[in-house]
């Protein structure tokens, strides 16, 4: 089975500052998906940014923008110029390419901060 | 954002108790998931939905049970509570493989239960 692993139980940052997530992985397929979701105090999971194991280039969304290194495992997900609207737990995230039910394996989750 | 609701979002019950949690979506999506979240764990698959009638277990789906009788609607029920199962359950849909490859989740917003 695989396993999701975020080392890091909290972070913090200052505003308009940048900082990095860490997720690692653990599987045997080479198709797979990762995803990285945002939890804000208001408990909604929102879709953040998402990778195909395929691809080669790393996926960007706005200021969010992911480090996948799929030889390491290894999948980070780095927060450019923090506002404190990102201050959130964020969750890693890892789908398998062939199970057909698209089942997602989370990591435990890493709490931000973002001190203004 | 995705049409999913549940209901209720709160609910305090005591042990012993039955308790069904509903999720409904406006999406026809075929794929439906409940999850539960605990600190430090992230979220935990209890039972999927692949279909009306179609379901399967997840990672802990001990002292649960699921149903799909509509397309838009995935119950989720706790035969007799137990404090062990004081959590926050969330659903989930996701869109078929053949409108994109990657599948993600969507999220309701969660029910917070406590069992006493």
Known sequence: AQTVTQSQPEMSVQEAETVTLSCTYDTSESDYYLFWYKQPPSRQMILVIRQEAYKQQNATENRFSVNFQKAAKSFSLKISDSQLGDAAMYFCAYRSGSNAGNMLTFGGGTRLMVKP | ?116
């Open chain 2, 1 to 116: 954002d995705a049409g999913i609701t549940q209901s209720p979002r709160h609910k305090v019950t005591e042990t012993g108790t039955p308790v069904t949690l509903r999720c409904h979506q406006t999406e026809n999506h075929r794929y439906m998931y409940w999850y539960r979240q605990d600190p430090g764990h992230g979220l935990r698959l209890i039972h999927y939905s692949y279909g009306v009638k179609d379901t399967d277990k997840g990672e802990v789906s001990d002292g649960y049970s699921v149903s799909r009788s509509k397309t838009e609607d995935f119950l989720l029920t706790l035969e007799s509570a137990t404090s062990s199962q004081t959590s926050v359950y969330f659903c989930a849909i996701s869109p078929p493989r053949d409108t994109t490859p990657y599948n993600e989740q969507f999220f309701g917003p969660g029910t917070r239960l406590t069992v006493l």
